[in-house]
């Protein structure tokens, strides 16, 4: 199996900054894509950000120019930086990570997810 832990999210002012982890554990041969989703109350999930395993990203249109997602392979850990928050980026960020494991199974995992709230 493999796990996906998130850390780093929190409680920030509007134009603040946080940076969010999510490591990937377990029987993990390779990591394809890796990115983040979010999910607002009331609100349906959406991609934030996503990266290829060879770092090309792509980004959901509200995020581009403050969001910057980045992933280190060797630690099987993928970033995303927020910067200029707005109250509306409010939502439990979820990472996503499409893997093969050692026993030869491809599947896409979930992480537990991490509350960011923006507010004053």
């Known amino acids: 199996q493999v796990q996906l832990v998130e850390s780093g999210g929190g409680l920030v002012q509007p134009g603040g900054s946080l940076r969010l982890s999510c490591a990937a554990s377990g029987r993990i041969f390779i990591i394809y894509t890796m990115g983040w989703y979010r999910q607002a109350p009331g609100k349906q999930r959406e991609l934030v950000a996503g990266?290829?395993?060879?770092?090309?990203?792509n980004y959901t249109d509200s995020v581009k120019g403050r969001f910057t997602i980045s992933r280190d392979n060797a630690k099987n850990t993928v970033y995303l930086q927020m910067n200029s928050l707005r109250p509306e980026d409010t939502a439990v960020y979820y990472c996503n990570a499409l893997v093969t494991t050692s026993t030869a199974v491809r599947n896409t995992y979930w992480g537990q997810g991490t509350q960011v709230t923006v507010s004053s």
């Open positions: 990266s290829s395993r060879g770092g090309v990203a």
